[in-house]
Nanobody, 122 residues
Framework: QVQLVESGGGLVQPGGSLRLSCVFS????????IGWFRQAPGKEREGISC????????WTSDSVKDRFTISRDNAENTVYLQINNLKPEDTALYSC???????????????WGQGTQVTVSP
């Protein structure tokens, strides 16, 4: 069964940091690219960052690339999203997804996790 499970979200003050984790089922997804997306209430889903199956290629949205870093540890079946200097506008549900190629376009992804909520507030 294909599974992706996100964790690491929470309530954090502006300027703080979080590291989100996306654990995936090894036998199915270690050959897949992984993308991170976020969706704030009333807004469309936004592609944030993606990483190739071997972790040798990444791409992060220009809007957050100075604060967000994606990485991957296939031995641990995990993709991470490090978020620094959090801002209130980063408040959203963050989800990871698996697909054949690394892109920031949600329709290219086949499997999705349930998401982890990030709330940035004083």
């Amino acid at each position: 069964q294909v599974q992706l499970v996100e964790s690491g979200g929470g309530l954090v003050q502006p300027g703080g940091s979080l590291r989100l984790s996306c654990v995936f089922s090894k036998s199915s997804l270690d050959n897949y690219a992984i993308g991170w997306f976020r969706q704030a209430p009333g807004k469309e889903r936004e592609g944030i960052s993606c990483i190739s199956s071997r972790g040798d290629w990444t791409w992060t949205s220009d809007s957050v690339k100075d604060r967000f870093t994606i990485s991957r540890d296939n031995a641990e079946n995990t993709v991470y999203l490090q978020i620094n200097n959090l801002k209130p506008e980063d408040t959203a549900l963050y989800s990871c997804a698996a697909g054949p190629i690394p892109t920031l376009t949600s329709r290219t992804y086949r499997y999705w996790g349930q998401g982890t909520q990030v709330t940035v507030s004083p």
